[in-house]
């Protein structure tokens, strides 16, 4: 069973930058994808960034794309979002996701098919 732990999340002013972790156990990176998204209330759920395997292989949306980097600690089985320059519109509750290879190919082509998730850490920007 793969579990996920977010935290990180806070209130910030825009320009302003936030870390947020992941915390995994039970992960397999063999052939696992690591994934976070958002969401905001009355939308659908919007994929940000996400990892291959052992972490040569990264995704980003257009949105997080030279704002936000997402990496990941193998040791110490934690994944990272580093979010820089934040935006009022980046205001969203953040969730990460573990899934397979299917889940990394459906990732370019805006599914967000993983199969387990995090309870989600929010982020806030002010204008």
């Known amino acids: 069973q793969v579990m996920l732990q977010e935290s990180g999340g806070g209130s910030v002013q825009a320009g302003g930058s936030l870390r947020l972790s992941c915390a995994l156990s039970g992960y397999n990176y063999d052939s696992g994808c690591l994934a976070w998204f958002r969401q905001v209330p009355g939308k659908e759920r919007e994929a940000v960034a996400g990892?291959?395997?052992?972490?040569?292989?990264?995704y980003y949306s257009d949105s997080a794309k030279d704002r936000f980097t997402i990496s990941q600690d193998n040791d110490k089985n934690i994944i990272y979002l580093q979010l820089n320059s934040l935006k009022p519109e980046d205001t969203a509750m953040y969730y990460c996701?573990?899934?397979?290879?299917?889940?990394?190919?459906?990732?370019?082509?805006?599914?967000?098919?993983?199969?387990?998730w995090g309870q989600g850490t929010q982020v806030t920007v002010s204008s």
């Open positions: 996701a573990a899934g397979s290879y299917r889940s990394w190919y459906g990732l370019w082509q805006g599914k967000s098919d993983f199969d387990y």
């Open positions: 990892i291959y395997g052992y972490g040569t292989t990264k």
